[in-house]
């Protein structure tokens, strides 16, 4: 299964959504602390746009020099209608600065979080990560195209999806023939989550032989998983 860190690497990398989290600015619109754009730079750091006339931005120019106090609230919720849709969260506080050195468009203002602490809770558990462990990570391959993955899957292979179901062994005695949707929630490196509902709503992991690089042995790991069912 991934880490911590590179479960929170991930979310941060992917396109769920994000609030900063700042002492005294409780009373501002969410969509107002909301980055439009979030990348992580080479020690780790969060570096993030905002509109120049954020109270974040407004913030962070009035802090001492060596910042202040935030936090970035990451959600995941997932990119297919089913029931439970929030995957996780993710939390990473620190010192927030002006990015002055981080180029940006007119009208627009880098920020600087150095993350001092991290949190996830997410499908896999919950997990602290430090911050040297959160600069090491490297996010799932497949994040940058998972939601249309899985939309595609959902749409497309819903027959194959719901076969998945014949390999649970004793659990597939949970499902029912009938009123059971099987809808894919998750896809990373290592396998598909998908979620069986019905008169019982569970999740089951189903691994692939071994974690995918690319897209290419995606489709591989994709269709060597479907044929096990099929059989």
């Given at each position: 299964?991934?880490s ?15 609030v ?12 107002q602390l909301?980055?439009e ?10 570096l ?18 060596d ?11 997932a ?7 929030i ?5 990473l ?6 990015g ?5 468009e007119?009208g627009?203002?880098?920020l600087?979080?150095a993350v001092?602490?991290?949190?996830v ?7 602290r990560?430090e911050p ?26 819903g027959?194959?999806?719901?076969a998945?179901g014949g390999?649970l062994?004793k659990?597939?005695?949970?499902l ?11 896809l ?17 992991r189903?691994?692939f032989p071994?974690?995918v ?14 044929d096990?069912a099929?059989?």
């Amino acid at each position: 299964m991934p880490s911590a860190a590179e479960r929170t690497r991930t979310l941060v990398q992917s396109t769920c959504s994000a609030v900063l989290l700042i002492p005294g600015l409780d009373r501002a619109a969410p969509h107002q602390l909301m980055p439009e754009t979030r990348t992580v730079g080479p020690g780790g750091e969060v570096l993030l746009v905002l509109p120049a006339g954020s109270p974040a931005v407004r913030a962070a120019a009035r802090a001492p020099e060596d910042g202040l106090t935030a936090v970035l609230e990451l959600a995941d919720v997932a990119p297919v209608s089913v029931p439970h849709r929030i995957r996780g969260r993710a939390w990473l506080s620190g010192a927030l600065t002006l990015g002055d050195a981080i180029p940006a468009e007119a009208g627009r203002t880098a920020l600087r979080l150095a993350v001092g602490e991290a949190h996830v809770d997410d499908l896999w558990g919950t997990g602290r990560v430090e911050p040297e462990d959160f600069a090491a990570a490297v996010p799932d391959p497949l994040t940058e195209h998972e939601a249309e993955l899985l939309q595609h899957l959902h749409s497309t292979h819903g027959a194959e999806v719901r076969a998945l179901g014949g390999l649970l062994g004793k659990r597939s005695g949970s499902l029912s023939a009938a009123g059971t949707a099987a809808v894919p929630v998750g896809l990373d490196r290592f396998g598909l989550r998908v979620r069986f509902t019905g008169v019982r709503c569970f999740d089951a992991r189903f691994d692939f032989p071994e974690p995918v690089r690319d897209m290419s042995e995606l489709r591989r790991a994709l269709h060597t998983l479907f044929d096990a069912a099929s059989h």
